[in-house]
DNA sequence: TTACGCATGTAAGAGGTTACATGATTTT
DNA sequence: AAAATCATGTAACCTCTTACATGCGTAA
């Protein structure tokens, strides 16, 4: 059973943009989508794969403009029409796995100092993160083949933003938390150690 | 290949807080951790078996104070250390999986009348979750067996406070832009419907 | 000529969900 | 007496990642 296989949809979605390769699906996840997608090439071939025998997607040979041969994929109406018809279905909110979280959850087990530089280094990652999306915002306008398709676009980036800045912020309260137990309780260490210390 | 199998880490931390059934788990799981962290049963019950068999967990049959028979767990030393290890390396960030994003980003496929649709149906969502964590405020601190703990767990509960509240911003912002879009253009219809009459 | 990026794939196997199965106890 | 909740599992099955394999074109 396992869960819906949404692969299908995403690359089917992206093929509703324009012609693309598998490699090109692959690039496109992950300079401009990884805040909120992530597909491997191990799934993206066979999906495009299986497509092409339900006549989702049409393959050409593209041998265009001095490159060297690659297939692309475009959508068909039985594809499109698929598509549709997932895009109309309520989003099904995910399953959530934060390791993170889960790691601070067992905050006595992991220790007051492990847990600060967990969170310095999230930080860190994050900032660096919202610098490359403010960085797209930009570029949109000029990726985008309509207004309509910058529109959404802004949309999917607003809300990669709000999330980020959201945890940069909460990054800040959360050390500032910890530092503040730390000065009245003087408890830096991990229970593992206390235990051995207490025998 | 695959993951790294998370599931035995985050099973061993909530036996390093205290003794639970696999029922236990899931309830804990569901009821205090479904912000960031989820497991089914079907992953518990076989993952506690491995663990007793590798001596990383204790089981106890529970008859205790009129309640039927249940086994309970407990952690050993020796799995301690293997949730300490963990602990201590540097969280992974999860490859994310946001369908509602991945929905909008194909927008002029969706149409903005049903973009308008998800969002007010997700903001509600979000508004009733806020609702929920806030009321978990008060309860940690009885639930928590020492400050440490209750400091720990406030900072999960925050950064999900954080986060929920951003998702709720975003919300407002993305319906406030596609009223906008409606009112300039008229553009209320998916391309497929535009598709069709134009032929 | 060596190495790197482009490009396409396959295979193995872990990880995870859902559905099924069962039975006791408590509540309505 | 029926229904809901507690409680524990197993089986089927899919999804997805990682690793492996291969070869072309171009830049250093």
């Not at 949809?9 to 401009?32: P, T």
């Not at 001095?66 to 995910?94: F, H, M, N």
């Not at 796995?97 to 600060?116: C, D």
């Amino acid at each position: 059973m396992a869960r819906s296989n949404r692969t299908r949809y995403a690359v089917l979605g992206m093929l509703a943009i324009g012609k693309r390769s598998g490699y090109d699906l692959k690039k496109e996840f992950e300079r401009r989508m990884s805040h909120f997608w992530a597909e491997s090439l191990g799934q993206i071939y066979p999906t495009l794969k299986q497509l092409l025998d339900e006549g989702m997607v049409r393959a050409h040979r593209d041998s265009g403009t001095g490159r060297r041969v690659r297939t692309v994929y475009s959508i068909t109406a039985r594809g499109r029409k698929e598509l549709s018809a997932w895009l109309q279905d309520p989003p099904q909110t995910e399953q959530v796995r934060n390791e993170m979280l889960l790691k601070l959850y067992f905050g006595p087990e992991l220790g007051v100092e492990s847990a600060v530089t967990h969170l310095s280094r999230f930080e860190t990652e994050q900032r660096r993160v919202l610098e490359v999306m403010e960085g797209f915002q930009p570029e949109i306008a000029e990726v985008a083949e309509s207004g309509e398709q910058e529109l959404f676009w802004k949309i999917t980036l607003a809300s990669g933003l709000h999330v980020i800045r959201a945890r940069i912020a909460w990054c800040q309260e959360a050390r500032c938390m910890l530092e503040k137990w730390r000065q009245s309780e003087g408890q830096t260490k991990p229970r593992a150690l206390r235990r051995l210390e207490a025998s």
